[in-house]
């Protein structure tokens, strides 16, 4: 019980209140239940003694139910009201939340109780004598049965615990009025871990240095479109322990005075990935819609060091949120993450997790994933990071990603993904920027030991710190494609294919200076085909043949043709041609990269001081060849010549 304190006075030419008495009449909107018992909704009353206080205790209200306060003053007034009594040990009459009895929702103005009294009485003066009372009516009509009232529809809300909802902070995260309501708001968790559904009825709740937790037993809803600020230490913390348990988190403002620690929300999904418990990967797990997490003051003054971290989980869905970190000076992440996912390391099982339509602003990691499989990024915005998106997986075989329709803003890295999967990254801008800080080395993409994705239709801009665009590394990389991105001066490499990396295709890009050079050393299994790639002067594997050296190279390619101008110098011992011109096939050199071998062998000139002077041709295979020249001619030991001339090519 609540114990619920009436008082009632009215004022004099004095200045002194005068205590007034009277009766209270208390009635329970509705039938309830208590253990085996119906308690029934019929009124009883309390008398009001002379001092004008009386403390009356009262059961605490439910969602479907709440009391009718019905106070008379002999002679002066009489007045009704239908309030919520929450679960507390005690609380003024005057402080408790009036309801419309028609809408079941908070009264927009709550005046005082004698305000009502008093209004009576200014306009009514002292009442007459009361007359005989007159004979009794005749009994009407039984009414029709009313419509049956809400049951648990509008789940637990933390008022009906105590809590007020009414505090203010200042600029800088400080309570200046209201009062903390962690106790109360914990309490209204716990029993909707056992009802399902907690209503934060749109109001704002301070919470001090409390972490909120719970232990699902069903199903969970958390909504309300409220605020709820923390002084430091985390925010709330959910425990998923079976598969029918999913959550749903939506309309929350989450905030925190902290500079870069605590984490504001985060989901625990326990044993999922055992085979027991959250198995299998059909069951729905839960949804996360609409969250602002945030500093006290936008990005001015604190942060979280985490916004969401999720453990164990599966099968959810991530729309609609804000995340801004704490980051005192450009490029200083002191928060580290916008959502982090881990699971259990022995093999990537956590699965099948959506992120839309969000934004994550001034972290180290924007999105930072270890160990799921099928993570998949749609329509998101990760500005002013250190990186990205990161994937981290544990066994190649397996695990899903897709970044699609974004952009990432970025200082290290712009997607990291090691061990990924059939992945799909494409149609997003990928750039450096200033609010990241001064760039590093900065990679937009890196892909170690992933197979079988795809990079397309991307655009890569260097505000003057981006050196590389794509970069695929590892043995285990292979049969990745990049294609048909576009990227801007500033990019020295658009693509750089590493050493081990094998069977990738380069194809269909666009370079935007005739500086920028595809690096592949992953060896001649690799296909490197541009739209045009510009005049190449490194970055092509040329080996030279027996007796020759390779001094220098200018090589361009446009879609399915090539220009090459090879210049080598012979070191062997001197060759004659004989009386036809031939002189037998002297192998010059090889160029290795698939791209830039013809499609069946080609003659080129070759030349000596810019004077075609000698033949020779280019195999499928590569291979520069010095056929023949003049009759009689010598090449001698240290003559230099140049292999040129447009060749078809895939």
């Not at 994937?391 to 712009?414: E, R, W």
């Not at 030991?637 to 078809?648: D, E, Q, Y």
Request: some cysteine; overall charge negative.
């Amino acid at each position: 019980m609540t114990s619920i304190k009436f008082q009632f006075a009215k004022p004099t030419v004095s200045g002194t209140p005068e205590y007034l008495s009277g009766t209270i009449e208390c009635t329970p909107t509705r039938a309830r239940n208590l253990g085996s018992a119906i308690i029934l909704p019929v009124p009883f009353t309390a008398t009001i003694p002379t001092s004008g206080t009386v403390t009356v205790p009262l059961a605490p209200t439910a969602a479907e139910w709440y009391w009718k306060i019905t106070v008379t003053i002999p002679g002066k007034s009489t007045t009704t009201d239908y309030v919520v009594v929450p679960n507390t040990t005690a609380i003024d009459y005057n402080q408790l939340e009036r309801i419309n009895p028609d809408t079941l929702e908070p009264l927009e103005i709550q005046d005082p109780v004698w305000w009502g009294i008093v209004n009576t009485l200014i306009a009514n003066g002292t009442s007459g004598t009361k007359g005989e009372t007159g004979d009794k009516g005749e009994k009407g009509d039984r009414g029709e049965k009313g419509d049956r009232g809400v049951s648990g529809a509008l789940g637990i809300t933390p008022r009906d615990y105590g809590a007020i909802g009414n505090v203010v902070v200042d600029a800088n995260g400080t309570m200046v009025s209201g009062r903390d309501d962690s106790a109360e708001m914990q309490a209204a968790l716990t029993a909707a871990a056992d009802i399902g559904l907690l209503n934060l009825d749109g109001k704002t709740y301070y919470m001090g240095d409390t972490t909120l937790t719970a232990t699902l037993k069903r199903p969970l809803t958390i909504t309300g479109n409220a605020t709820l600020i923390w002084n430091s230490g985390n925010g709330i913390q959910l425990t998923q322990n079976n598969a029918d348990h999913a959550v749903a988190v939506s309309g929350l403002t989450l905030l925190t005075k902290a500079q870069g620690t605590g984490v504001a929300l985060e989901i625990i999904g326990s044993g999922q990935n055992t085979g027991t418990g959250l198995q299998p990967r059909t069951k729905p797990r839960g949804s996360i819609d609409n969250l602002n997490i945030r500093g006290v003051r936008d990005t001015g003054i604190g942060g979280w060091g985490k916004g969401i971290r999720l453990v164990d989980v599966m099968n959810f869905m991530i729309t609609r949120i804000h995340i801004d970190g704490y980051q005192p000076t450009q490029g200083n992440f002191v928060s580290t993450h916008g959502i982090e996912m881990v699971t259990e390391t022995s093999s990537s099982k956590a699965v099948d997790v959506v992120i839309a339509q969000s934004y994550i602003y001034l972290v180290q990691y924007a999105l930072d994933v270890q160990g799921y499989e099928g993570v998949m990024v749609n329509q998101c915005s990760f500005i002013g990071v250190g990186t990205g998106y990161r994937n981290d997986a544990v066994d190649a075989g397996a695990p899903l990603a897709s970044f699609i329709g974004g952009q990432i803003a970025f200082k290290t890295k712009g997607v990291e993904w090691n061990k990924i999967h059939q992945g799909v990254i494409s149609d997003s801008l990928i750039y450096t920027h200033s609010t990241s800080g001064t760039p590093d080395t900065a990679t937009g993409i890196t892909l170690t030991d992933s197979t079988t994705n795809r990079v397309t239709g991307n655009t890569f801009v260097s505000n003057n710190g981006m050196q590389t665009g794509v970069t695929i590394q590892g043995s285990l990389s292979n049969s990745n494609v990049v294609e048909s991105n576009t990227y801007y001066a500033g990019i020295t490499n658009p693509v750089v294919i590493g050493a081990g990396a094998t069977l990738n295709k380069i194809r269909n890009l666009t370079l935007r200076s005739s500086a920028q050079s595809i690096i592949n050393s992953g060896g001649t299994t690799n296909v490197v085909e541009l739209d045009d790639t510009g005049w190449l002067t490194t970055g092509l594997t040329i080996t030279p043949g027996t007796n020759w050296t390779v001094t220098s190279y200018s090589i361009r390619k446009s879609r399915n043709q090539a220009w090459i101008r090879v210049n080598v110098t012979y070191t062997g011992p001197d060759v004659t041609t004989g009386a036809d011109g031939n002189m037998g096939d002297l192998q010059a050199a090889t160029i290795t990269d698939l791209g830039y071998r013809p499609i069946y062998s080609w003659p080129l000139n070759v030349s000596e001081f810019a004077t075609r002077t000698w033949g020779g041709f280019i195999s499928t295979t590569g291979v520069l060849t010095l056929s023949n020249g003049l009759p009689a001619q010598t090449l001698t030991n240290g003559k230099a010549l140049t292999f040129v001339g447009p060749i078809p090519t895939n």
